[in-house]
């Protein structure tokens, strides 16, 4: 059997689709390619940003920590002193040791001897 030379240099309908269907999903794939490009790369910066906050959260709970060891310091202090002189309290003052499971005497006279 003869070949027909035209038949085989003019590609047929479903070869023409097949053709424009992987070309568009050549142009799919290239995108979502870029896409994910994009979002690793705000992926990675997301990241730095999370372990930038991390450090700075630490940091503050750490100062704020001190800061709450240092102020039951002087709270003792000024209770120990408020004692030690019998000068009276404020009432906040006394409420908030109270809260606390601090005692607040009241008037107590140096010179009176504990029992």
């Known amino acids: 059997m003869a070949r027909n030379g035209k038949s085989e240099t003019t590609p047929t309908p479903a070869v023409a689709r097949s053709s424009q269907l992987l070309d568009s999903l050549r ?41 709450a060891l240092d102020l039951v310091h002087l709270a003792g202090k000024l209770l120990a002193l408020s004692q030690a002189t019998g000068v009276e309290l404020h009432d906040s003052t006394k409420a908030m040791f109270r809260r606390r499971g601090w005692t607040a005497a009241t008037n107590r006279n140096p010179e009176t001897p504990k029992p």
């Not at 790369?41 to 730095?48: G, K, L, T, V």
């Open 27 to 67: 142009a799919q794939l290239r995108n979502q390619a870029v896409d994910i490009d994009r979002l690793e790369a705000e992926n990675a910066e997301q990241r730095d940003a999370v372990r930038t906050f991390r450090g700075d959260l630490a940091r503050l709970q750490t100062i704020q920590h001190t800061d």
